[in-house]
C-alpha cells in the first residue's frame, strides 16, 4: 500500500492538493484491488471446469467403460467445455469496455422488434420448458440505442428469465411510456432470488441461486455485463424479486434517446 501525504495544519492551498492527491491515491488503490479480485475470480472460475474435463477423461481413459457411460461423461465434459466458451465470451465482453474499444454506434430501433428478436431466439427453450410467453405494446416503441449492445442486455435478461424459471412459468414483457419515459418491465414466475442477494445480482461472479439450484448453469457475469451496458447507453434498470414467487426487471429509457 502506498503511504499518504501528512495533511499540513493550515487549511490552504497545499492541504487542498494534499488532500486531493490523497483522494487520487486511494481511488488509484481501489481499482487495483478490484482487478486483482477480478482476475483471481476469473482464474478460478475458468480453472473450475477445465479441472472438471481433465479429471472425468482420466477416468474415462484409466478404466474402460460401457458405452452408455462413455456417452454420459463425453456429454458431461461437452456440457462443461459450453460453459466454459460461454464464460470466456462474456469476459471477453467485459474487457472489451473496459478498454473503452467499443465505440457507441445509435440509430433509431423499434424496441418491440428486439423484443420479439430476441424471444424468438429462446424459442426451444420456451417449448421445451413450456413458458407462457405474453408481450403487452400498445404501439411501435422507438429509442436511439446502439443496437448490438441493447440486444445484449435484452438477450441476457430474456434467457435469465427463462433459466430461473421452471416448467410452465409465466414470462411477461410490457412496454409503456408516459410523459416521455419509455419503460420496459421483465417478469417472470420463477424461482425468484433471496432478498438479502437482490442487491448483488450485479456483481461481477455473484451467483444467488447456485447452492439451491445446482442444476442451473450460469457464471455470475451477465448481470454485470448488463449493468454495465446500461450505463454505457444510459438506460435505467431496477430489479426487484421475491423468492418462489418471480423477478422483474425495470428498464427506462431517457428522454434524449426517444426519437
Ligand atoms: P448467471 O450466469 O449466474 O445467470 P447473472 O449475472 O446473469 O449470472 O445473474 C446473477 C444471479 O442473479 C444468478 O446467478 C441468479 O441467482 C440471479 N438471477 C438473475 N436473473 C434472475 C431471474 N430472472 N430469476 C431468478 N434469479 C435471477
Not at 49 to 75: A, C, D, F, M, Q
Not at 101 to 125: F, G, H, M, P, W
Not at 159 to 182: G, P
Amino acid at each position: 500500500l502506498t503511504s499518504r501525504i501528512p495533511l499540513p495544519q493550515n487549511r490552504d492551498e497545499l492541504y487542498v492538493l494534499s488532500k486531493t492527491i490523497n483522494n487520487l491515491l486511494d481511488r488509484i488503490e481501489n481499482t487495483i484491488e478490484r482487478e486483482k479480485e477480478f482476475t483471481s475470480d476469473a482464474s478460478h472460475e475458468l480453472r473450475t471446469p477445465l479441472t472438471v474435463i481433465k479429471g472425468t477423461l482420466e477416468v474415462l481413459v484409466r478404466k474402460p467403460r460401457n458405452p452408455s457411460e462413455y456417452e454420459e461423461k463425453i456429454n458431461f465434459c461437452i456440457s462443461e467445455v459450453d460453459r466454459l466458451n460461454n464464460l470466456v465470451d462474456q469476459l471477453l465482453l467485459l474487457a472489451r469496455f473496459e478498454n473503452q474499444k467499443q465505440s457507441l454506434k445509435k440509430e433509431k430501433i423499434c424496441l418491440n422488434a428486439v423484443i420479439l428478436d430476441s424471444i424468438s431466439r429462446y424459442s426451444n427453450t420456451i417449448q421445451a420448458k413450456n413458458i407462457q410467453v405474453t408481450t403487452v405494446f400498445k404501439k411501435d416503441y422507438y429509442i436511439e440505442t446502439d443496437i448490438y449492445l441493447f440486444s445484449i442486455v435484452i438477450n441476457n435478461l430474456v434467457s435469465n428469465a427463462l433459466k430461473y424459471s421452471d416448467k410452465n412459468a409465466k414470462l411477461a414483457i410490457t412496454i409503456t411510456e408516459d410523459n416521455n419515459t419509455i419503460e420496459c418491465s421483465i417478469i417472470d414466475s420463477g424461482i425468484g432470488i433471496a432478498s438479502k442477494d437482490v442487491g448483488k445480482v450485479f456483481n461481477q461472479f455473484f451467483r444467488s441461486n447456485s447452492t439451491e439450484h445446482p442444476e442451473i448453469k450460469g457464471t455470475g457475469l451477465g448481470l454485470s455485463i448488463v449493468k454495465k451496458l446500461c450505463i454505457l447507453l444510459t438506460i435505467g434498470i431496477q430489479i426487484s424479486s421475491q423468492e418462489n414467487v418471480g423477478t422483474a426487471v425495470m428498464l427506462s429509457f431517457h428522454e434524449e434517446d426517444l426519437k
